[in-house]
């Protein structure tokens, strides 16, 4: 359900110090790529998550205007009103893009509008279930981006690597769930996995998106723990579970050094479900709050 997120940046491979390379196909070696994945989609790529400027989240019946100032990237941002380059609407479920009154084609891959600028947008949940867009303007030149110095991850820990006895929720029952930015989002209860860490056993729910079981091949797991504002993400971590094969799974392994923030813990444009479920653990496992300055050992 990862939707949010090459080499590790310079910063981060010297805070890897000069442990030994992992055996490839293995968790750990799994868990680098994944750090360096994610390095990649955060400020490398040209739809990198550092590299937006601006966004709008358009619902039923609503619409955005793109203003801005040619030659100057910093300047493009989305306005209720007024006038502007294009106008982005959403009406009976289908979004039109605008320009000087003629329809614009692209919007779900990209739209150039000034030399580094573009906007790019994809449906989004803008309530409980209810289904809208959210658009993008991205600045290939967003200081943010240039001046990220790579993700922070607690050191792997193979004992946080857990195979867990899954207990189906026939029913998968909806579940709305509070947003970062006051919204909601609506997902539905896959099941609950049952595993012993550290000598504790754990109860912890996971998500899908539809519930169609025919259509879901991932799970996620919303979680805060005793690290929550103590050096992990305020508003809790994922976790999610892949490969399992035709749902419901009887069993999932979960690996908690795959843990990672939600995209808003490094951007205000983003729409993130807040953590629902705890695990009465320390979790030192997964991603580190960025907000954080974190010692030797982290990645």
Partial sequence: MRHFLLLLTASAAAACGAAAAATPGTPEAQWKAAIADQNRDYAQIPHAMLKIRDSA?????????LAGQMGKPASWHWASTGPGLLQVALKGGKLSVTRDGK???GIAKSIAIDKDVDIAGQPTQVGGGIEGWRIFIYDQQNPDAKNFTGVSYYPFDPAFRVTARVVPDAALRGKIIRTTRGT?????????????LKGKEITLPFYAESRDP???KDMSAFYTDALTGKGAYGAGRYV????????PPANVTIDFNQAYNPNC???AHFTCP??????????????????????????
């Fill in 103 to 105: 329809p614009v084609d």
């Fill in 265 to 267: 813990a490094r951007s």
């Fill in 214 to 216: 025919a259509a879901i």
């Fill in 57 to 65: 989240y358009i619902g039923e019946g609503q619409s955005a205007v």
């Fill in 240 to 247: 999610d579970v892949t490969d399992f094969g035709k749902f």
């Fill in 184 to 196: 909601d989002k609506q997902f539905f209860h896959g099941g609950d996995a049952h595993f012993t």
């Fill in 274 to 299: 807040v953590a629902v479920d705890n695990i009465a653990l320390a979790m030192t496992a997964g991603a580190r709050d960025p907000h954080f300055t974190h010692g030797a050992g982290a990645h």
